[in-house]
T-cell receptor, first 115, second 113 residues
Framework: AQKITQTQPGMFVQEKEAVTLDCTYD???????LFWYKQPSSGEMIFLIY??????QNATEGRYSLNFQKARKSANLVISASQLGDSAMYFC????????????FGQGTTLQVKP | KAGVTQTPRYLIKTRGQQVTLSCSPI?????VSWYQQTPGQGLQFLFE???????NKGNFPGRFSGRQFSNSRSEMNVSTLELGDSALYLC????????????FGEGSWLTVV
């Protein structure tokens, strides 16, 4: 069965520093997609970045990059130059094939950015 | 481009009542999914609709139902509410539901008292 594991329940980072949020996944399917979402306390789930299993290069979106290591089944999110507004819960999610519209989520990591 | 819109944002219901939540997907998106988020269970998939048909379903009791209209707008209904139904309900939309980016709305906070 597919599974997403986020081992860091909470993390602190100093403003303007970079931070890495860990995500490992488990699937036997060769084709899958990996997402990262940000959820502030308001509840909205904000899309950050996507990586397809066949993508050769790591995805980047502004200050967000995804460190995709397929052999290790990891998809870590790197946030560069942290800002106070980055304080939120972050979820890693997987989109397995054959399951339309369904994302499998990890338990999330709470990130707090300190001034 | 408008995002995924969910209404209402907050609501309080009494045990035994029913509730209907609404979701308007991003224009052009035909797939709409619903998720329940609770502190104890995390994010759990409820169901997915595409072209007015339920294509995928999670492991929830029959009290949870949904539908999709011809304009892709979707509603979910929970009947005979229980205290444990208190949660954030998130709606998500994508172009086809498979291989596309999935965008979420702001969610509907449901409290059952």
């Amino acid at each position: 069965a597919q599974k997403i594991t986020q081992t860091q329940p909470g993390m602190f980072v100093q403003e303007k520093e970079a931070v890495t949020l860990d995500c490992t996944y488990d699937t036997s399917d060769p084709s899958y997609g990996l997402f990262w979402y940000k959820q502030p306390s308001s509840g909205e789930m904000i899309f950050l970045i996507y990586q397809g299993s066949y993508d050769q290069q790591n995805a980047t979106e502004g200050r967000y990059s995804l460190n995709f290591q397929k052999a290790r089944k990891s998809a870590n999110l790197v946030i560069s130059a942290s800002q106070l507004g980055d304080s939120a819960m972050y979820f890693c999610a997987m989109f397995p094939p054959g399951n339309t519209g369904k994302l499998i989520f990890g338990q999330g990591t709470t990130l707090q950015v300190k001034p | 481009k408008a995002g995924v819109t969910q209404t209402p944002r907050y609501l309080i219901k009494t045990r035994g009542q029913q509730v209907t939540l609404s979701c308007s997907p991003i224009s052009g998106h035909r797939s709409v999914s619903w998720y329940q988020q609770t502190p104890g269970q995390g994010l759990q998939f409820l169901f997915e609709y595409f072209s007015e048909t339920q294509r995928n379903k999670g492991n929830f009791p029959g009290r949870f139902s949904g539908r999709q209209f011809s304009n892709s707008r979707s509603e979910m209904n929970v009947s005979t509410l229980e205290l444990g139904d208190s949660a954030l309900y998130l709606c998500a939309s994508s172009l086809t539901g498979s291989g596309n980016t999935i965008y979420f709305g702001e969610g509907s906070w449901l409290t059952v008292v």
